[in-house]
């Protein structure tokens, strides 16, 4: 069993940045792909970005791109979610997961979920 903590959450104004952390513990994450969702009160849980074991291919969601950069850390055990240009639609709790398959974005496809880390964005 892996075990994620997110970290890094927080109020920011629009256009702002910050820089979520998502450390696992427990078994080792080797071959998983690491996936950041999001979610607000009411809404169904959605897709963010997620990132290969090697690091080399990465996926966001067209909300977030080009804002938004994944990257891991494989000998800390550690995937970062930075956020630049923040938009108060980006108001959510964000959630890390793991998955073994390669090009899901369906978070029922991702296990090992964090308790999530709140991003507040003001306008």
């Known amino acids: 069993q892996v075990q994620l903590v997110e970290s890094g959450g927080g109020l920011v104004q629009t256009g702002g940045s910050l820089r979520l952390s998502c450390a696992a513990s427990g078994r080792t994450f080797s071959g998983h792909v690491m996936g950041w969702f999001r979610q607000t009160p009411g809404k169904e849980r959605e897709f963010v970005a997620r990132?290969?074991?090697?690091?080399?291919?990465?996926g966001y969601a067209h909300s977030v791109k080009d804002r938004f950069t994944i990257s891991r850390d494989n000998a800390k055990n550690t995937v970062y979610l930075q956020m630049n240009s923040l938009k108060p639609e980006d108001t959510a709790v964000y959630y890390c997961a793991t998955t073994r398959r390669v090009a899901t974005t369906d978070p029922n496809d991702y296990e090992n979920w964090g308790q999530g880390t709140q991003v507040t964005v003001s306008s």
């Open positions: 990132v290969v074991w090697s690091g080399s291919v990465t």
